[in-house]
């Protein structure tokens, strides 16, 4: 089936050690997300693809990147992680960002981050 | 900040059905109203979204209220499956397709 996946599910990493999560879709989508979800809240947009154009929240810390080499893939880029990088990392795709049609976002599993 | 207010928690027996509010006094009027929900340990899964008319599909109903500033999921015979928090959206326009999370409501669907 047509899908998002995030790889690895679970991922661990050291205080200040670049780490990098992958997300791949099969929808051919042209709109990649990232989003951070931290124990117990909503998720919170970081940044957004729509093709090639990058588009980062004004919130989203500089610590946080995002490369798309190609339609497929995207991926998230922590250059420094501290311990309140700790949190799940979805990844999501949809079809358009325009009104009125169905550009619902589809989400992957997510890729839990823990800092050690 | 989120464009949408809903109750933290809500109970709801197996194979009743599931009324989950949302207010959104400020919508504009180009505006659309999105339902997610995110079942523990997982990615958020889309439900249904509408305008201004009543829309149904098959896993949900979404009543949307004439002055369009509150509307209604109804999940017409709740699992236990269905137990998960269900987010109520306004979509942002003009701004790359966001999705703005509030806090949501956690369903507890109990046998």
């Known amino acids: 089936d047509a899908m998002v996946i995030q790889n690895p599910r679970y991922q661990v990493t050291q205080f200040g050690k670049p780490v990098t999560l992958s997300c791949s879709q099969t929808?051919?989508?042209?709109?990649m997300y990232w989003y951070q979800q931290k124990s117990s809240q909503a998720p919170k947009l970081l940044f957004h693809?729509?093709?090639?154009?990058?588009?980062n929240e004004a919130d989203t810390p500089d610590n946080f990147q995002s490369r798309r080499p190609n339609t497929s893939f995207c991926f998230l880029d922590i250059r420094s992680p501290g311990l309140g990088d700790a949190a799940m990392y979805l990844c999501?795709?949809?079809?358009?960002?325009?009104?009125?049609?169905?550009?619902?976002?589809?989400f992957g599993p997510g890729t839990r981050l823990t800092v050690t | 900040d989120a464009k949408t207010t809903q109750p933290t928690s809500m109970d709801c027996a197996e194979g009743r059905a599931a009324n989950l509010p949302c207010n959104h006094s400020?919508?504009?009027?180009?505006?659309?109203v999105y339902w997610y929900r995110q079942i523990h340990s997982q990615g958020p899964q889309y439900i249904i979204h509408?305008?201004?008319n009543n829309e149904t599909n098959e896993m949900a109903s979404l009543i949307i209220t004439e002055d369009r500033k509150s509307s209604t999921l109804i999940l017409p015979h709740a699992t236990l499956r269905d137990t998960a928090v269900y987010y109520c959206?306004?979509?942002?326009?003009?701004?790359?397709?966001?999705?703005?999370f509030g806090q949501g409501t956690e369903l507890s669907v109990k046998p």
């Open positions: 999501a795709t949809s079809r358009s960002t325009r009104q009125g049609i169905r550009d619902e976002q589809y």
């Open positions: 929808l051919n989508h042209n709109v």
């Open positions: 693809y729509y093709d090639k154009d990058f588009n």
């Open positions: 400020t919508i504009s009027g180009n505006e659309y």
């Open positions: 509408g305008l201004k």
């Open positions: 959206i306004v979509r942002a326009v003009n701004q790359g397709g966001k999705l703005i």
